[in-house]
T-cell receptor, first 113, second 115 residues
């Protein structure tokens, strides 16, 4: 089945630094989603991407839908302590249109004040 | 406006037992999806319910079953628990009339520990 691979697995950065993480797949996705999960909570949607090459921002977050449709990246600028959490990429499998998402294994972000 | 609510928040069971987890969708939503999130992993799709029927199913054995009630709330049942069933179980709600996957809202989950 379709899989998503995220890298890096974890990051430990200084407050104020920029962060970049990515997500790749061996197969095409038509939608890319980026979620953040805080401890003890469910994932919360950060950014949704629908078109190859699309670049979308949400505050200090910027994400891009890769041209090949097989990758996406998420950048966080000027990180702050509340950026700590696990970031997941996700997408619907090509055989599904609602409700079913495939998630990557996550990138854990730690920010040192 | 209440979001997705799940109960209980934590649960401890022993191998072989059965468990029932509950979910109330966000107001206005009629579709419920269940996900299993093992420690250190991303969520994995179990199944989806709307109009009180299972509509899609992931790669999970028949020990995992569900139900949706007329008020759109849902239950996840797991029989003959195994140690490997220990995980965070997430419920996500949406409206089936909106066929875009980003309109999922997740609850905080039920942490199940099987001893």
């Amino acid at each position: 089945g379709q899989q998503l691979n995220q890298s890096p697995q974890s990051m430990f950065i200084q407050e104020g630094e920029d962060v970049s993480m990515n997500c790749t797949s061996s197969s095409i996705f038509n939608t890319w989603l980026w979620y953040k999960q805080d401890p003890g909570e469910g994932p919360v949607l950060l950014i949704a991407l629908y078109k190859a090459g699309e670049l979308t921002s949400n505050g200090r977050l910027t994400a891009q839908f890769g041209i090949t449709r097989k990758d996406s990246f998420l950048n966080i600028s000027a990180s702050i302590p509340s950026d700590v959490g696990i970031y997941f990429c996700a997408g619907p499998p090509t055989s599904s249109n609602t409700g079913k998402l495939i998630f990557g294994q996550g990138t854990t972000l730690q920010v040192k004040p | 406006d209440a979001g997705v609510t799940q109960s209980p928040t934590h649960l401890i069971k022993t191998r072989g037992q059965q468990v029932t987890l509950r979910c109330s969708p966000k107001s206005g939503h009629d579709t419920v999806s269940w996900y299993q999130q093992a420690l250190g992993q991303g969520p994995q799709f179990i199944f989806q319910y709307y109009e009180e029927e299972e509509r899609q199913r992931g790669n999970f054995p028949d020990r995992f079953s569900g139900h949706q009630f007329p008020n759109y709330s849902s239950e996840l049942n797991v029989n003959a628990l195994l140690l490997g069933d220990s995980a965070l179980y997430l419920c996500a709600s949406s409206h089936k009339a909106i066929p875009t996957n980003e309109k999922l809202f997740f609850g905080s989950g039920t942490q199940l520990s099987v001893l």
